[in-house]
């Protein structure tokens, strides 16, 4: 396989990401917290889709609906009763508070929705192009045939359409425009009139929609389990502290290079290493920061 | 960012509703899947264990403790023994067919008198095959419980915890382990009544090293010459990998490209992109289920064909369902099913329940068997006692025995006895270890059938003797 299919692998990787890493990075920069549950949101936006998808039965394209949805109000519910209360108390208490309302939910999830992983029934097409020219340099061919499949198209349709649309709410609405404005100062954008508590709100439930996207995609990939968005969190939170944490745009390209990292990294590391491919990303997102301290993207270094 | 927001909770309120919450949420973590017994009036688990109440000591157990001096008038009125037990984790779906044999068991070893005429039951508590729950619950199930033997734990536990296991003196005897790490680990060394040079492990189901060979062995007759390896990076399928390849390259086999990934990703396109561009006759994966599930999955949608070889906790009727017709044709190679008493067990097996039948499921059974009938040749229910006895009763010489049952009236007659097992003959080597046949079952419309076996003797010329 070429250069070009791996680069394909990677953004795909990079897609699932960028979805939940947006929402995260989105959190941090307006209610200013480091969310350790968001991983327990894409869990339980995964079993929404699933239950849709399987109980009711719904077409999958409305058990994703119905995730996002789902996810969105969990978030706000989860936020009104766990988070907006300590809002005062700054970013470390709400920090610990994400650690241990995410375990309880991750128990909680396992001791009642079961221990054995649920499959979303799929169909998968697969489009091959072999006719694509071998363009080698060294040992590397940079071309080659490729071939991607509905799944791959799916996850990155989905992931563009999300920003688009995160890009157009931040830019060209009242609600985007006053997220921008407590995201750099939430004491001046109050005293501008803006009600910041609805804002902190609109965050949370746009956060919860995106955490439902992104958990419906990889249990359409994977599985859904109790550890479905759990075992996905370090990378959402690195790619959003390596773009620059709180900065949407740096949310997107923070996750590519994670993907694009772990792709490349198990294409070519020798072969007793290619288990190590997060490492790799890991040391990829430590060399930037030692760099730039402030992520790809981002402006300045916040406390927390 | 300076706070600033208005609050809508009474923060009071707030700290009290958290602090109840974490409270109820904590208790719910510590107590998750944990202590269930069976035994008692039979053996009511249904080996689901989600239920766990986290106690276990106290009521249901004797009063005066398991390793009572069964000698004279004053036997144990009850004798408990532990079982770690993944209720939970990666290797929960395991679970249900290995709870369900071990309550049959106890059920039909009650049913029979018991050990020295006392109720038998198991104390089962979750480790989600997680070392340092396997610490936790190991201690708790034998200083707090007294429990004179342990009937479980993974290789995931057993191999790093080695040292700390060996420390406590107490005869674990396992379903589980498949690790080559365990092959010269275990057993009384052939010296029984000698402790001091025991190594307080025993496993009755065949080790990777045995059923790894018959599998290499099934590959080499069947034309299958160069192989591709995808295996996750944990101990269990690293082992069943090096087992596998071991017998396969000295035997002519060659590795033409391995490559190793992490469990619980999203995709493995990648590393299959990566093996697939090598040249192989057929592929070896070594994962967990899920992970293998998304990792075929990926190779069933890039078309890459070939011939996939799984290893044994793979033959799973949700692999087939999940990666659809592409998987036809795959198949595993699992501890055989061919003990000399199979059929006494699925009888008794199949009346406790509908749990489904994997390989370490007529382990399992075995495991309580050996346990029960080493009590009731030693005359009590200690640790040293168990462990003297654990080689006698099953090794061969005696008057061969299919059930706990037929094995008390033995001893009760002054005859020694070798246990003949569900899984294999159940005839300890010196190491602790068991031998039998591998059963190859192939994945089709139906699942995974059984389609050939590799019979022990064939397997037995790879093994060295005293290497296992």
Not at chain 2, 24 to 53: A, K, M, P
Not at chain 2, 401 to 429: C, D, H, M, R
């Amino acid at each position: 396989m070429g250069l070009l299919q791996e680069a394909i692998f990677g953004v795909v990787t990079g897609s699932y990401i960028a979805i939940a890493a947006i929402g995260f990075t989105l959190i941090y920069g307006i209610v200013n917290m480091i969310n350790f549950a968001y991983g327990e949101y894409l869990t339980l936006g995964a079993f929404v889709g699933f239950l849709a998808a399987s109980a009711i039965p719904v077409p999958l394209p409305v058990a994703v609906v119905l995730a996002m949805i789902g996810g969105g109000v969990i978030s706000i519910v989860l936020a009104r009763g766990f988070f907006t209360p300590i809002n005062h108390t700054g970013p470390v208490p709400m920090l610990l508070t994400s650690i241990g309302l995410g375990i309880a939910i991750r128990n909680a999830i396992r001791l009642f929705g079961g221990r054995s992983a649920r499959y979303i029934e799929t169909e998968t097409a697969t489009f091959r192009f072999d006719g694509v020219p071998d363009v080698t340099v060294g040992s590397v061919d940079l071309l080659g045939g490729f071939f991607v499949t509905s799944e791959h198209l799916i996850v990155f349709g989905s992931a563009v359409a999300v920003f688009l649309s995160i890009h157009a709410l931040l830019t060209r609405t009242d609600v985007g425009i006053a997220m921008r404005a407590m995201g750099d100062d939430e004491s001046l954008a109050r005293v501008r009139g803006i009600d910041t508590q609805l804002i902190r709100d609109s965050v949370w439930v746009l956060a919860g929609v995106l955490a439902g996207l992104a958990g419906v995609l990889m249990a359409i990939q994977t599985n859904v389990s109790s550890t479905t968005g759990f075992s996905h969190i370090l990378q959402i939170l690195s790619a959003a502290i390596l773009g620059g944490a709180g900065s949407p745009y740096g949310a997107i390209i923070g996750a590519y290079v994670i993907g694009l990292a772990l792709a490349f990294s198990t294409a070519f590391l020798p072969s007793s290493m290619t288990g190590l491919s997060s490492a790799v990303a890991f040391a990829i997102l430590i060399v930037v920061l030692l760099v730039k301290p402030s992520g790809i993207a981002g402006t300045e270094v916040r406390e927390a | 960012m300076p706070s600033d927001t208005n609050d809508l909770v009474n923060r009071r309120t707030f700290l009290t509703v958290t602090g109840s919450s974490g409270i109820v949420g904590l208790s719910g973590c510590v107590s998750f899947g944990g202590g269930e017994e069976s035994g008692g009036d039979g053996g009511t688990g249904d080996g689901s264990g989600d239920d766990g109440s986290g106690d276990g000591s106290g009521d249901g157990s004797s009063d005066d403790g398991s390793s009572d001096d069964g000698s004279g008038d004053g036997g144990p009125d009850t004798i408990s023994l532990g079982q770690p037990a993944s209720l939970s984790g990666q290797w929960d779906f395991l679970q249900p067919g290995v709870s369900q044999a071990t309550d049959a068991a106890v059920a039909h070893i009650n049913e029979a008198g018991g050990p020295l005429d006392a109720e038998l039951e198991v104390i089962r508590r979750d480790t989600a095959v997680d070392p340092q729950e396997a610490r936790t619950v190991t201690t708790q199930l034998i200083e707090n419980d007294g429990v004179p033997a342990i009937v479980g734990l993974f290789s995931s536990e057993i191999n790093p915890l080695w040292d700390f296991l060996q420390d406590f003196e107490v005869p674990m005897v396992t379903p589980w382990p498949g690790s080559t790490f365990l092959d010269t680990r275990g057993g009384d060394k052939a010296t029984p009544e000698d402790l001091s040079d025991d190594e307080w492990l025993w496993r009755t189901v065949v080790g990777d090293t045995v059923h790894t060979s018959g599998s290499a062995v099934y590959a080499l007759e069947n034309d299958l010459d160069t192989l591709g390896v995808l295996n996750g990076t944990t101990e269990g399928e690293r082992s069943y990998v090096e087992g596998f390849l071991s017998v396969y390259e000295d035997n002519g086999g060659t590795v033409a490209e391995r490559v190793e990934v992490e469990i619980g990703g999203s995709s493995y396109q990648s590393a299959l992109s990566r093996l697939f561009d090598a040249e192989f006759d057929a592929f070896l994966v070594s994962l967990p289920l899920e992970s293998a599930i998304t990792a075929l999955s990926d190779w069933s949608d890039a078309g890459y064909g070939r011939q996939p070889i799984l290893s044994d906790p793979l033959a799973q009727q949700d692999l087939v369902d999940q990666v659809g017709s592409d998987i036809h044709g795959a198949w595993a190679g699992s501890p055989g099913q061919s003990g000399p008493s199979y059929d006494t067990f699925e009888e008794i097996y199949s009346g406790e329940g509908d749990a489904e039948i994997n390989a370490w499921t007529p382990p399992a059974w075995d495991a309580m068997q050996v346990i029960a009938l080493a009590i009731e040749r030693a005359g009590e229910a200690t640790p040293e006692a168990i462990e003297r006895n654990l080689g006698p009763v099953s090794r061969d010489g005696g008057t061969e025995v299919n059930t706990f049952a037929e094995g008390k009236e033995a001893l009760a007659n002054g005859e020694e006895i070798s246990y003949q097992g569900a899984a294999t003959p159940t005839n300890f080597t010196q190491h602790g270890n068991v031998f039998g046949s591998v059963t190859i079952s192939t994945a089709g419309e139906n699942g995974f059938e059984a389609t050939s076996e590799v019979p022990a003797e064939d397997i037995r010329e790879y093994v060295a003797e005293g290497e296992y």
